[in-house]
């Protein structure tokens, strides 16, 4: 079985940073895939950044320039840098991954961490 533990969530002022990371624990997989999604009550969750095995990238437009994404692949962890956080980045975010079990391959996904940017 395998499991996406998230840390790094929390309060944060406007114009400061906080760094998420999502670390894959198990045994027998590969991970493919990875990303940062976030979800507002009452919206749908949604993809703020990607990065493939081969590292890849691609963001939201609105963070672009703001957000890095950057993964690990001895630690099987991913990482979400995020610099001049606005109000509007509050949410809970979750992290995603597509992880080949033998042979199947399937989505997992981390228990959320909140981020809060105050005004």
């Known amino acids: 079985q395998v499991q996406l533990v998230e840390s790094g969530g929390g309060l944060v002022q406007a114009g400061g940073s906080l760094r998420l990371s999502c670390a894959a624990s198990g045994s027998s997989f590969t991970i493919n895939n990875m990303g940062w999604y976030r979800q507002v009550p009452g919206n749908q969750r949604e993809l703020v950044a990607g990065?493939?095995?081969?590292?890849?990238?691609n963001y939201l437009d609105s963070v672009k320039g703001r957000f890095t994404i950057s993964r690990d692949n001895a630690k099987n962890t991913v990482y979400l840098q995020m610099n001049s956080l606005k109000p509007e980045d509050t949410a809970v975010y979750y992290c995603?991954?597509?992880?080949?079990?033998?042979?199947?391959?399937?989505?997992?996904w981390g228990q959320g961490t909140q981020v809060t940017v105050s005004s």
């Open positions: 990065i493939t095995s081969g590292g890849s990238t």
């Open positions: 995603n991954a597509v992880i080949r079990v033998r042979a199947m391959f399937g989505t997992y």
